[in-house]
């Protein structure tokens, strides 16, 4: 924890922030939370998040702050060493469409071209943070067109899990915490105590924890979660704006979406059930595949939280992408089930790309690729028929039309 510190103390001119391109609702809030207590502590901080704002996260405090890119001044510096010659002139002109530089200097002075050094101005910023990018290039464009920067900086790497690289100068990572805001709590009690935690940087904490946890379900959860909750209730986080926006509403499209998920839920082996989306389910009910995360958590309600749950949904036609939430699967279990899939965690859940799959054939390649990586259910019973049969009536007579 002392590198870490020393990594944001020793930052004066400010700190960039950033999230991962499409970042978890617990990495985006606790980016937050940080920068909030970061201002208090007199340390300004950039906010990138290359995916913008979640919709259903703009009434966190500090979302009007978060940028999308990263925005220097257009400077080129040209270097070449004096070897104690003094510069008395420096002017420059066009030449057609380049720009010519011209020193002069006291006599004395003799550079080979091999010495002129040329590059771009420098960045306003004396350290990065990353919260919750197992690496770098999960940060998407940001990287990509600074890498420049992220290699010559001082680096802070904030995450939780085991899948992380470890890219960071400095590495704050838990493999033991179940949010990602967890570490960044326990990181401002030890930067600036219970002063850095102002009601709105507890609030961004707790709607993080909340969301990581599908509002403290997972059987992830652990005792230090609970605790990191309380304390953060006892700062005046806004729990009852967290319920409200992440957890109580449902937009007119979504309950459509979520009628015809509900109305082709089936059984397969080894105590999963599945759910299947068409992209013209998408199109007709005028939902997104930003709903499907929601979509999952009340299937969930009807099918039960100790299964393992299949939502297969097309975001394109032809190609299927399925949210998978593991049961009662152990921490490593599911780290190994996302890896041997190259899936990315999306809060509780496992996202994992098919590709390409016709639809007739997508039980069987469910099967084959994800069925087949599941431990053998102990002392489990499969849901009765009448439960599945009760949520396919229930979501085509109410909620939508079933569509086939």
Not at 39 to 63: C, N, Y
Not at 153 to 172: H, K, Q, S, W, Y
Request: negative net charge; contains cysteine.
């Amino acid at each position: 924890m002392d590198q870490t510190l020393e990594v944001i103390t020793r930052a004066q001119r400010g700190i960039l922030l950033a999230v991962p391109a499409d970042p978890p609702t617990d990495a985006f809030a606790a980016m937050l939370g940080l920068s909030l207590a970061l201002d208090r502590l007199g340390k300004p901080a950039t906010v990138v998040s290359p995916s913008f704002v979640p919709e259903h996260l703009r009434f966190l405090p500090g979302t009007s702050q978060v940028r999308d890119r990263v925005e220097i001044p257009a400077e080129i510096i040209l270097e070449l060493p004096l070897r104690g010659a003094h510069p008395h002139e420096v002017r420059w002109d066009e030449v057609g469409d380049h720009l010519r530089v011209t020193v002069r200097a006291s006599a004395g002075l003799a550079v080979a071209d091999r010495d002129v050094r040329v590059r771009s101005g420098a960045y306003p910023w004396d350290a990065a943070v990353t919260v919750g990018a197992s690496r770098l290039h999960a940060l998407g464009p940001l990287y990509a067109e600074h890498h420049r920067f992220f290699s010559e900086t001082p680096l802070l790497n904030i995450d939780r899990g085991t899948a992380n690289e470890f890219f960071g100068t400095v590495n704050l990572v838990s493999s033991t915490a179940s949010t990602v805001s967890e570490v960044i709590l326990e990181l401002l009690e030890t930067l600036g105590g219970v002063q850095t935690l102002a009601p709105e940087v507890a609030t961004c904490l707790l709607a993080g924890i909340a969301a990581a946890t599908d509002s403290f379900r997972t059987p992830t959860l652990t005792p230090q979660t609970f605790q990191a909750a309380s304390r953060l209730l006892r700062q005046d986080a806004d729990h009852q704006a967290v319920v409200r926006h992440l957890f109580r509403t449902h937009t007119l499209p979504e309950l459509r979406l979520l009628g015809r998920a509900l109305a082709r839920l089936e059984e397969l082996p080894r105590d999963t059930v599945l759910a299947v989306v068409h992209e013209r389910d998408f199109m007709e009910t005028e939902a997104t595949p930003d709903t499907m995360p929601s979509i999952l958590k009340e299937i969930l309600e009807w099918a039960g939280r100790t299964r393992t749950a299949f939502l297969a949904f097309a975001r394109n036609a032809g190609t299927f992408e399925v949210l998978t939430f593991l049961g009662q699967m152990n921490p490593e279990d599911r780290e190994n089930f996302r890896a041997a899939l190259g899936g990315v965690f999306v809060g509780p859940f496992v996202l994992i790309n098919l590709g390409p799959v016709p639809p007739e054939q997508l039980p069987q390649v469910l099967r084959e690729r994800l069925l087949s990586r599941l431990p053998e259910p102990e002392g489990t019973a499969p849901v009765r028929a009448a439960v599945l049969e009760q949520a396919s009536g229930t979501a085509g007579g109410v909620l939508g039309s079933r569509t086939a």
